[in-house]
């Protein structure tokens, strides 16, 4: 059906008040040595919050029992100020260093949500990051970014590389599970603890993190898991009529991609689209 909304994840990257599916812990070898928290002050900056610290080879969790959040009236003033539902049918293109937006103020008319690649591994960040958040404050769109999840990179360091480039607007997540260029492939073990990891470190429940996850890399590489069940489903199908029974134990397919050459107002090149699915 494409006649009812679906819930969205919008939150701010300082974090909410969700807890995510079950508790994440630290590596006990990044934990053996406890010193104190600093603290920081109410109105301190809060994309900073979100970092995990290293202190000698102790990983503290900068949010949560260990940290601080944002007040709850500067969470809240963000929330409000973006729609927490879209409509099924809703169209939102996915755009990157390779398809750059060139003029906001045309795909803020076509498209109040934009998903753009944020980074990838543990340094990577997209050329494009900075430029399309500050494009997107600017021209009122609401971003949704995502992280690509390597193999062969540590996954708490993945983590922190994402919530690093974050800042304190409103903001989507979603990870990108998918074979790499290099030909490698994460586990669904890896995804389960990213998710883990970004949802104990904002705050934000799993059913407000998207997850693109194909039917076919699933039924080749996800081992018949079903570790990612509770985030929101992203699949992508180019049919004209795309497959929405779910998989891979989620109760439903929330998002379908289903153009890889869609044009995209304000992008020169055409480029992935989505399709919120009722």
Aim: aromatic share 8%.
């Amino acid at each position: 059906s494409l006649t009812s909304p679906i819930t969205y994840p919008i939150s701010v990257a300082n974090g909410g008040t969700g807890r995510c599916r079950r508790r994440f812990r630290c590596p006990r070898r990044l934990s053996r040595r406890r010193r104190p928290v600093r603290r920081r002050p109410r109105g301190a900056p809060v994309a900073e919050s979100l970092l995990v610290v290293d202190d000698g080879d102790e990983l503290r969790l900068g949010v949560g029992r260990c940290g601080w959040s944002a007040p709850p009236e500067e969470q809240a003033a963000a929330r409000s100020a973006v729609p927490r539902r879209l409509p099924a049918g809703h169209r939102f293109p996915d755009v990157s260093a390779y398809r750059r937006v060139d003029r906001f103020a045309e795909l803020a008319r076509a498209h109040p949500v934009v998903a753009c690649k944020a980074t990838e591994g543990r340094t990577f960040v997209d050329p494009s990051w900075r430029s399309f958040l500050a494009g997107c404050r600017e021209h009122g769109i609401l971003p949704i970014a995502y992280h690509f999840l390597r193999a062969e990179s540590d996954v708490l360091a993945q983590a922190r590389n994402f919530l690093g480039v974050l800042d304190r607007s409103p903001c989507g997540i979603m990870l990108d599970v998918e074979t790499s260029g290099a030909g490698t492939n994460p586990s669904m073990s890896q995804a389960d603890d990213w998710l883990d990891a970004v949802c104990h470190l904002t705050g934000r429940p799993r059913s407000e993190v998207l997850v693109y996850l194909t039917r076919w890399w699933w039924s080749v590489h996800g081992r018949g898991s079903s570790a990612l069940a509770g985030a929101m489903l992203v699949n992508s199908d180019y049919r004209s009529s795309p497959d929405v029974r779910p998989f891979a134990g989620f109760s439903r397919v929330d998002v379908i991609q289903y153009s890889s050459s869609a044009p995209i107002a304000g992008v020169a090149e055409s480029g992935d689209m989505n399709v919120a699915v009722g």
